[in-house]
């Protein structure tokens, strides 16, 4: 008996092992075909166009011109002088933003790590090579009608320049250092490597600001006349520093890098720090001769001690990009976005209130995270007005200038249009619609 219920034994086992299998492989096939789906639905999603990232963009693109060509009459709305934060003042910060949420969206699946980082070398050599054209010298604005730069004074350094320094670094960031599988309740765990290399360009950038001694320095100012003339008739300023860790425009660790490594020719020639009250500067832009000596100096607002911070600013938009694009929910993608966004004012706030100033010029510490915090703040009401409740067509001027933000930035930095604008009069050439806007609206 014991003999027969061994052999049943065997044989409903034998016929057990033969039908698991099978009910194995069923179930691994619908496992792997409900996988299938899943990753095809979540790839629709996160390949799906995100309107409120380009209606961001618009509005970055907006703001710019309005700053532009409004900003002389309105110094409100003007960039800040020195410290301080004025609208202008928040527009290259959008534009680093954006560049950082961009990424994330193309850099989500890296086949080619390698091929990937030459892509990003290029695009940026090209809006770098881009901006050297446009905000070189080589075009001389509506006033003259002519072009070319003498290349020992071309500017090397501007607002593309910077995207493109900020644009490698986040790409650096995001193509080589690696990172977790998101997991909702540790987002910040899965990215600590970008925020170490946050922490590692903030502390470059404290170091030199406040470590480096910045001596005495002088240059020559080849368009204005004074008592101190040299033999080739340019006249030579003198500004006095011997100090370390000063914030002020005249003896900045940031000036001093740039005019060392970049040389003062090549440096921004009209800084916005002459409105301020030292410097008496005339309304034709003129700096009268009794003036402090580092008013007539040049000064670069994009300059490369600066970039650094600027660089972080794109790798915190970045961090937006991962929330988007790893985060399905809106409720979790938005409470992930107000929640940093907050924490970045309030540090931002705390560090301005124990003495290190919002300045744009030098892009603080605590200008950056208030600005981050602030184009974070914005980017949540617009992905909630655009991509949540479905307000499309409110925006859909700044959605279409976002998705053309490049040609947009090229015609008006160009000033090609004002001056296609200025090709249309009645009988003589300075009745155009821009001088009548100036001479009508601007001046009164």
Request: hydrophobic share 45%.
């Amino acid at each position: 008996m014991s003999a027969i219920c061994s052999r049943s034994s065997l044989n409903f086992r034998g016929k057990m092992a033969e039908i698991l299998p099978l009910l194995n492989n069923h179930q691994d096939e619908a496992d792997e075909e409900l996988q299938q789906q899943q990753q095809l639905v979540s790839e629709k999603i996160s390949s799906r166009r995100i309107a409120s990232l380009d209606v961001f963009r618009g509005l970055s693109i907006f703001l710019m011109v309005l700053v532009d060509y409004a900003g002389s009459s309105l110094p409100v709305i003007a960039h800040s002088p020195w410290n301080g934060l004025h609208l202008a003042d928040f527009v290259m910060p959008l534009f680093l933003f954006a560049a950082g949420i961009s990424l994330a969206i193309v850099y989500k699946k890296i086949e080619n790590k390698y091929e990937a980082t030459r892509k990003a070398i290029v695009r940026a050599a090209e809006l770098f090579l881009l901006g050297v054209f446009l905000q070189g010298g080589y075009l001389h604005g509506i006033t003259s009608l002519t072009y070319g730069v003498d290349v020992e004074r071309i500017r090397l350094l501007g607002i593309l320049q910077r995207i493109a320094i900020g644009y490698i670094a986040a790409a650096v960031c995001e193509i080589w250092l690696s990172r977790q599988t998101c997991q909702k309740a540790a987002f910040f765990r899965n990215y600590i490597w970008h925020w170490c290399a946050v922490f590692f360009l903030s502390a470059i950038y404290i170091g030199l600001t406040y470590g480096l001694y910045v001596a005495d320095w002088q240059f020559e100012d080849l368009n204005s006349f004074s008592s101190l003339m040299s033999e080739n008739g340019s006249t030579i300023h003198t500004v006095k520093c011997s100090i370390r860790g000063d914030l002020g425009p005249a003896c900045n660790a940031a000036g001093m890098i740039d005019r060392y490594v970049l040389g003062i020719n090549h440096l921004y020639q009209k800084p916005v720090y002459r409105n301020l009250k030292e410097c008496n500067i005339s309304k034709g832009g003129q700096v009268p001769e009794s003036s402090p000596s580092w008013c007539y100096a040049p000064f670069e607002p994009e300059g490369i001690l600066s970039s650094l911070t600027a660089s972080v600013a794109c790798i915190i938009g970045l961090q937006y990009g991962h929330i988007l694009t790893e985060l399905q929910g809106h409720k979790d993608r938005l409470c992930n976005w107000s929640l940093m966004s907050i924490l970045l004012l309030i540090l931002g706030s705390l560090l301005a209130l124990i003495g290190i100033p919002l300045n744009k010029s030098l892009y603080t510490i605590s200008y950056l995270l208030v600005t981050s915090a602030a184009s974070g703040i914005t980017f949540c009401a617009l992905y909630l007005l655009v991509d949540v409740y479905g307000w499309r067509r409110v925006a859909f001027v700044l959605e279409w200038m976002g998705k053309h933000s490049l040609s947009i930035f090229i015609l008006v930095t160009s000033n090609l249009i004002v001056i296609a604008i200025q090709g249309f009069y009645w009988k003589s050439p300075a009745n155009n619609i821009i001088y009548w806007i100036v001479s009508h609206i601007v001046q009164k």
